[in-house]
T-cell receptor, first 115, second 113 residues
Framework: DAMVIQNPRYQVTQFGKPVTLSCSQT?????MYWYQQKSSQAPKLLFH???????NEADTPDNFQSRRPNTSFCFLDIRSPGLGDAAMYLC??????????????FGPGTRLTVT | GQQVMQIPQYQHVQEGEDFTTYCNSS?????IQWYKQRPGGHPVFLIQ?????EVKKQKRLTFQFGEAKKNSSLHITATQTTDVGTYFC?????????????FGSGTQLTVLP
C-alpha cells in the first residue's frame, strides 16, 4: 500500500546531541512537510519541500534543518535539541497545485524525548 | 500570520448525542480541510470544502463552509465511541500559498458509553 513511513517511531536524545528523523513515501507526491506537534496542541508547520525547493516557515528556529535527497525521502535534523523540542514530529505529503490545496497524508510520527 | 480559531477545545458527550465543532477565521479562506486524530495516532484527512456555502456529508458527519468563506463547522449526529479523537480544521488563506495549511487548535471529543 502506498504510504508515508517515519523512522524511528520513538527517539530519545540527550540535550544538545544532534538527532535526525527520517521520512519516506511511496505516494510519489512532490510536496513533503514537517510538522511539530506538542501534547494537546495542533500540528505546527516547520517547513516544506516542493520537489527540491525548500520553504521555511518564518518562526521555525535555526536549530531545525531539513534535507530532501530525492522524491521519496526527507530528513529532519535538529542540531542541538533542547528540552523544549520534545514533541511528536509528523511528516506529511501531498500532491501539488499552485492554487488548490490537496489533502495531506501523514506518517505515524516520531516521538522525540530529550533528556 | 493567518490564525484559525476552533471551539470548543474539549467536548464530552454521551453516546448517541450530537456534536459540533466550529472554526473561524478573520480572513477569507481559499479552502478548508478537516482532519481526525485518534488518541496516539496521526491526523487523517476527512474532507475538503472549497465553495462558498458548501455542505458535504459523510454518513453521520456533516461539514459546512460559510457563505463568506471565513468559517466552517463539523457536525456529528448520534455519536459513537469510534468517534473519539481530536478534530482539526486546517485552512489555506486566499492570499497565501496553497501548500501551507494552518491548523485550528482542535476539538477533543470524548464519547461516554
Amino acid at each position: 500500500d502506498a504510504m508515508v513511513i517515519q523512522n524511528p517511531r520513538y527517539q530519545v536524545t540527550q540535550f544538545g546531541k544532534p538527532v535526525t528523523l527520517s521520512c519516506s513515501q511511496t505516494l510519489n507526491h512532490n510536496v513533503m512537510y514537517w510538522y511539530q506537534q506538542k501534547s494537546s496542541q495542533a500540528p505546527k508547520l516547520l517547513f516544506h519541500y516542493y520537489d527540491k525547493d525548500f520553504n521555511n516557515e518564518a518562526d521555525t528556529p535555526d536549530n531545525f534543518q531539513s534535507r530532501r535527497p530525492n522524491t521519496s525521502f526527507c530528513f529532519l535534523d535538529i542540531r542541538s535539541p533542547g528540552l523544549g523540542d520534545a514533541a511528536m514530529y509528523l511528516c506529511a505529503t501531498s500532491r501539488d497545485h499552485t492554487a488548490y490545496s490537496y489533502e495531506q497524508y501523514f506518517g505515524p510520527g516520531t516521538r522525540l524525548t530529550v533528556t | 500570520g493567518q490564525q484559525v480559531m476552533q471551539i470548543p477545545q474539549y467536548q464530552h458527550v454521551q453516546e448517541g448525542e450530537d456534536f459540533t465543532t466550529y472554526c473561524n477565521s478573520s480572513t477569507t479562506l481559499s479552502n478548508i480541510q478537516w482532519y481526525k486524530q485518534r488518541p496516539g495516532g496521526h491526523p487523517v484527512f476527512l474532507i475538503q470544502l472549497v465553495k462558498s456555502g458548501e455542505v458535504k456529508k459523510q454518513k453521520r458527519l456533516t461539514f459546512q463552509f460559510g457563505e463568506a468563506k471565513k468559517n466552517s463547522s463539523l457536525h456529528i449526529t448520534a455519536t459513537q465511541t469510534t468517534d473519539v479523537g481530536t478534530y482539526f480544521c486546517a485552512a489555506t488563506s486566499s492570499s497565501g500559498s496553497a501548500r501551507q495549511l494552518t491548523f485550528g487548535s482542535g476539538t477533543q471529543l470524548t464519547v461516554l458509553p
